[in-house]
T-cell receptor
Framework: QKEVEQDPGPLSVPEGAIVSLNCTYSNSAFQYFMWYRQYSRKGPELLMYTYSSGNKEDGRFTAQVDKSSKYISLFIRDSQPSDSATYLCAMILNTGNQFYFGTGTSLTVIP | EAGVAQSPRYKIIEKRQSVAFWCNPISGHATLYWYQQILGQGPKLLIQFQNNGVVDDSQLPKDRFSAERLKGVDSTLKIQPAKLEDSAVYLC???????????FGQGTRLTVV
């Protein structure tokens, strides 16, 4: 079993839709959670960084962490064609080492 | 603030040849990571440095891969000899410390033929 599981998609939605991206993990020692966006032929760029359970909002993006269920989500409201990319979840253990990534979900927002 | 710089952007080599990649992290970032990203997969950690010391290299194929971070700043990753399955994007990332978010460079796309 992989440390971090993420549905690879691909996911295709119409412009303006609400998008939900999810990851599950098995190790309860993960304490820090991130979402990265990766455009084709580019390095990943950080979208959201959270430490505790609950929601964190930044513009059209909301990150949700449920440590009891070992489940994290990223919601994108009013999705735009420019949101078309691969979204990677990432987690760090409470030791500060071992930076784990999911496999990424490919998202296409259709105008 | 300047980002993580990597070079070269692209490299094509024949199998059994050697290759080296260079990374310059964001100024002041103590932690440096090298990742391998195969097409369609998430990045896989190869090695993590804290300053010039190795924190984690458990997934580095040490028979062919080596990395160093002299003086705790720039880093190089070397593959010798390369295999076809080494074709991937090699990403360098840096962070202030191990608990904080990492910032990535553009990556080096390696093709082994």
């Amino acid at each position: 079993q992989k440390e971090v599981e993420q549905d690879p998609g691909p996911l295709s939605v119409p412009e303006g839709a609400i998008v939900s991206l999810n990851c599950t993990y098995s190790n309860s020692a993960f304490q820090y959670f991130m979402w990265y966006r990766q455009y084709s032929r580019k390095g990943p760029e950080l979208l959201m960084y959270t430490y505790s359970s609950g929601n964190k909002e930044d513009g059209r993006f909301t990150a949700q962490v449920d440590k009891s269920s070992k489940y994290i989500s990223l919601f994108i409201r009013d999705s735009q064609p420019s949101d078309s990319a691969t979204y990677l979840c990432a987690m760090i253990l409470n030791t500060g080492n071992q930076f784990y990534f999911g496999t990424g979900t490919s998202l296409t927002v259709i105008p | 603030e300047a980002g993580v710089a990597q070079s070269p952007r692209y490299k094509i080599i024949e199998k059994r040849q050697s290759v080296a990649f260079w990374c310059n992290p964001i100024s002041g970032h103590a932690t440096l990571y090298w990742y391998q990203q195969i097409l369609g997969q998430g990045p896989k950690l190869l090695i993590q440095f804290q300053n010039n010391g190795v924190v984690d290299d458990s997934q580095l194929p040490k028979d062919r891969f080596s990395a160093e971070r002299l003086k705790g700043v720039d880093s190089t990753l070397k593959i010798q000899p390369a295999k076809l399955e080494d074709s991937a994007v090699y990403l360098c990332a840096s962070s202030l410390m191990g608990f904080t978010e990492a910032f990535f460079g553009q990556g080096t796309r390696l093709t082994v033929v």
